[in-house]
């Protein structure tokens, strides 16, 4: 099965928020004092520490964040080789995201524009678009070749593109598409969320 | 498609639930549902800051009035018709295809017997050309050619479906070497032994439309073609082309099909048809290696016009 645009426009989204993540790193680096200065940890504020503690409390911070970076790139990767449990986190990560955003925007009034959180927002906001749309789920819920069997299967073979193998009207579908003539396909095999 | 499924089953091993106890609904499936509903709110609420921004920023406001049609266009509308439609369209055959959107597209306005080969020949010898399959550089090269006029004879078209899927292909005529006019026409297989309402045979369905002008959809607010209201024009130029091309077709007319309508497509144009639906024989069409006729075939048969079922 052919993987879907919205697979991977997701996955380059996550990968793009992971860059600017890093940026954001680097920014802070290059200023650590104008940085420590914004943030507040537990009432304390590390820029008015003296010098060596507020190192080590930027270092743990910024070094919790790169690893975040980290596992979210590695989580970007298996959403682009069509892993549907990467994509389930990937969106749960995005709409909890989303959800502590419209809170802070909706309750403290913490503006939300270009020149602050707009940007990392709207990434958001689209992965989760990309992520959930049918062809997306599709491709994530595509049937797996069995270890037992060749890895790939013939790529627009009968069961290609049918998500469930029980399913009479998916069946009836996938073998009209063998009979017809080939054009690679778009988006998949629409599925019915209903039904399962 | 399903529906219809399940309404085959029925008729034949009496009533059956169309709910499989085999299959609850998942875990899996509710999330999707939950992350398919919520990224269209949020997609709402995207638009709605970035119409807000537009106001701090004096002149850039112009992009940022772009990007809020960009987003309003090809995110949020588009998310929010396909949970409706969801809801109220109905999935099983109605004589109409459905956009990706899940709007209703295109009428079926035309019906073949045939193998996909016999299609295919027949088309080229009536002077089609095969559609591209839509891609960013067929894309692109479309957009590119709309714009600077230049001909562009196997332009793609947009998806529309039908039994759940997006056409097998689709053939198209440029008019005046403008990739803005064109004639086209859309092809689905039919699922195996399956019969029109009525219990006429046909191997493939069709959607023809004539793309008159570039312009923007009514629902969605994107770019796309505007079809002409009256499409029984082009349904009958598909037929005086393939009669006038050199291979054997025998037409039936099946009259009323559907009562007369007038509606809209997916972009929001009107339509209106007569109802009649043409199936058109082209199983006598000879390939390459078939053996000679016995008999010299008839080339101009006149159609044959019935009636649906009384």
Redesign the interface.
């Known amino acids: 099965m052919k993987k879907p645009q919205a697979t991977v426009y997701g996955g380059a989204l996550m990968c793009l928020r992971t860059i600017s993540g890093f940026t954001f790193i680097v920014v802070a680096m290059l200023n650590p004092r104008q940085f420590a200065q914004t943030i507040v940890l537990d009432g304390v504020e590390p820029g008015s520490l003296d010098g060596a503690s507020a190192n080590l409390v930027l270092v743990i911070v910024l070094g919790a964040y790169a690893l975040a970076l980290v596992l979210y790139l590695l989580l970007a990767l298996f959403v682009l080789l069509g892993h549907n449990w990467a994509r389930i986190v990937a969106m749960a990560f995005a709409t909890v995201s989303i959800i502590v955003s419209f809170v802070r925007y909706w309750n403290s009034g913490v503006e939300i524009t270009l020149r602050t959180t707009l940007l990392s927002l709207a990434l958001d906001i689209l992965i989760l678009l990309a992520l959930s749309s049918t062809a997306a789920r599709v491709y994530a819920r595509r049937p797996r070749a069995r270890p037992d069997r060749p890895a790939d299967g013939p790529a627009d073979g009968p069961g290609d593109g049918r998500a469930d193998n029980t399913d009479p009207a998916q069946i009836v579908a996938a073998e009209s598409r063998a009979g017809a003539l080939k054009r690679p396909e778009r988006g998949g095999l629409r599925k019915r969320g209903r039904t399962r | 498609?399903?529906d219809?499924?399940?309404q085959v089953?029925s008729h034949v091993a009496g009533p059956v639930k169309?709910?499989?106890p085999?299959?609850p609904?998942?875990v899996?499936?509710i999330?999707?549902?939950f992350?398919?509903v919520?990224?269209g709110v949020?997609?709402v609420?995207?638009a709605i800051?970035?119409f807000w921004?537009s106001f701090?920023?004096g002149w850039w406001a112009i992009v940022f009035a772009l990007a809020f049609w960009l987003v309003l266009a090809y995110?949020v509308l588009p998310?929010l018709h396909?949970i409706l439609t969801?809801m109220y369209v109905p999935?099983y055959f109605i004589g109409r295809t459905r956009t990706?959107d899940g709007l209703l597209g295109d009428p079926v306005n035309l019906a073949f017997l045939g193998s996909?080969?016999q299609l295919?020949t027949a088309m080229t010898a009536a002077g089609w050309a095969l559609a591209d399959?839509?891609s960013f550089t067929s894309g692109w090269r479309m957009v590119t050619s709309v714009i600077s006029r230049r001909s562009y004879d196997e332009a793609p078209v947009s998806?529309l479906?039908l039994?759940?899927?997006?056409q097998?292909?689709a053939y198209q005529q440029e008019v005046e070497d403008n990739p803005s006019r064109r004639h086209h026409v859309r092809f689905w297989?039919?699922?195996?032994d399956?019969m029109l309402p009525g219990g006429h045979r046909a191997d493939w369905l069709a959607a023809a439309t004539f793309d008159r002008a570039v312009g923007f959809s009514l629902f969605t607010l994107q770019v796309t073609h505007k079809i002409d209201e009256d499409i029984d024009i082009e349904r009958d130029h598909i037929i005086a082309t393939l009669r006038a091309s050199r291979v054997p077709t025998r037409v039936v007319v099946i009259r009323d099909f559907s009562t007369g309508y007038h509606s809209r497509n997916g972009g929001g144009d009107t339509i209106r048809t007569d109802g009649d639906l043409p199936v058109v024989d082209l199983r006598r069409v000879r390939m390459p290696g078939d053996p000679e006729p016995l008999t010299p075939v008839p080339m101009d048969e006149p159609p044959v016009v019935v009636r649906g079922v009384l």
């Open positions: 498609m399903a219809t499924a399940s089953r169309v709910h499989s085999r299959q609904r998942s899996n499936a999330l999707d549902t992350f398919f919520f990224a949020a997609s609420w995207l800051l970035i921004e701090d920023w995110l998310r396909r969801h999935d990706s996909g080969e295919h399959d839509i998806p479906m039994f759940g899927r997006v097998d292909f297989r039919c699922p195996e399956w």
